[in-house]
Nanobody, 124 residues
Framework: EVQLQASGGGLVQAGGSLRLSCAAS????????IGWARQAPGKEREGVSC????????YYSDSVKGRFTISSDNAKNTVYLQMGSLTPEDTAVYYC?????????????????WGQGTLVTVSS
């Protein structure tokens, strides 16, 4: 059974940084992808980043490119999302998700497995 556990959310001031973690279990080998999506109040869920664990390929939505970095520690079965230069527009519940590959587009949310969300609040 695939399980995803997201953590690391919190309150941060605009311009600050935060690192989210997603602990994954239930996968065999490294032929899978882990992504992060977010949902702000009143808005649809949107993908922000994805990493193909097998070869480390990464993808970012335009809204976070250059500010967020996704990485994977395969020994710990954990994927991180380092978020920098945060703005109030980044305030959302962030979810980690997984599937056999990343969505076709970086802002896609086509994942079969979802973890619980972690709230990120950026104050101005």
């Amino acid at each position: 059974e695939v399980q995803l556990q997201a953590s690391g959310g919190g309150l941060v001031q605009a311009g600050g940084s935060l690192r989210l973690s997603c602990a994954a279990s239930g996968f065999t080998g490294v032929d899978y992808a882990i992504g992060w999506a977010r949902q702000a109040p009143g808005k649809e869920r949107e993908g922000v980043s994805c990493i193909w664990v097998g070869d480390g390929s990464t993808y970012y939505s335009d809204s976070v490119k250059g500010r967020f970095t996704i990485s994977s520690d395969n020994a710990k079965n954990t994927v991180y999302l380092q978020m920098g230069s945060l703005t109030p527009e980044d305030t959302a519940v962030y979810y980690c998700a997984a599937d056999s590959s990343c969505p076709l587009y970086p802002n896609g949310v086509e994942y079969n497995y979802w973890g619980q969300g972690t709230l990120v609040t950026v104050s101005s």
